[in-house]
């Protein structure tokens, strides 16, 4: 199998997509964490240095896009598994 064949499940495999949908809201919970947590330290880095950190910059955008991805899936917008299932989205697209 190949990782695109991983990540994009077969259209009428619902008690499989109801699981997996479980899955991604659990990350989508640990992922929105650890967006607060880096706007928490951003915000911080930004009132200390007056400038923002461009790491955390970085990541913030990453975690977007992949909490965008995952209300995709779990929406029935797209049938494509976001993270684990397929790379990390990167910060610059």
């Given at each position: 199998?190949?990782?695109?064949?991983?990540?994009?499940?077969?259209?009428?495999?619902?008690?499989?997509?109801?699981?997996?949908?479980?899955?991604?809201?659990?990350?989508?919970?640990?992922?929105?964490?650890?967006?607060?947590?880096?706007?928490?330290?951003?915000?911080?880095?930004?009132?200390?240095s007056?400038?923002?950190?461009?790491?955390?910059?970085?990541?913030?955008?990453?975690?977007?896009?992949?909490l965008?991805?995952?209300?995709?899936?779990v929406?029935?917008?797209?049938?494509?598994?976001?993270?684990?299932?397929?790379d990390?989205?990167?910060?610059?697209?």
């Open positions: 199998m190949t990782d695109t064949a991983l990540a994009t499940l077969p259209p009428r495999k619902l008690p499989m997509r109801a699981l997996l949908m479980l899955v991604m809201c659990m990350a989508f919970q640990i992922a929105a964490w650890v967006l607060i947590i880096a706007a928490v330290l951003q915000l911080c880095f930004a009132a200390f007056d400038a923002p950190n461009p790491r955390l910059q970085s990541l913030g955008r990453s975690v977007g896009r992949y965008g991805q995952i209300a995709a899936f929406s029935f917008s797209t049938e494509t598994l976001p993270f684990p299932f397929t990390w989205p990167p910060a610059d697209l």
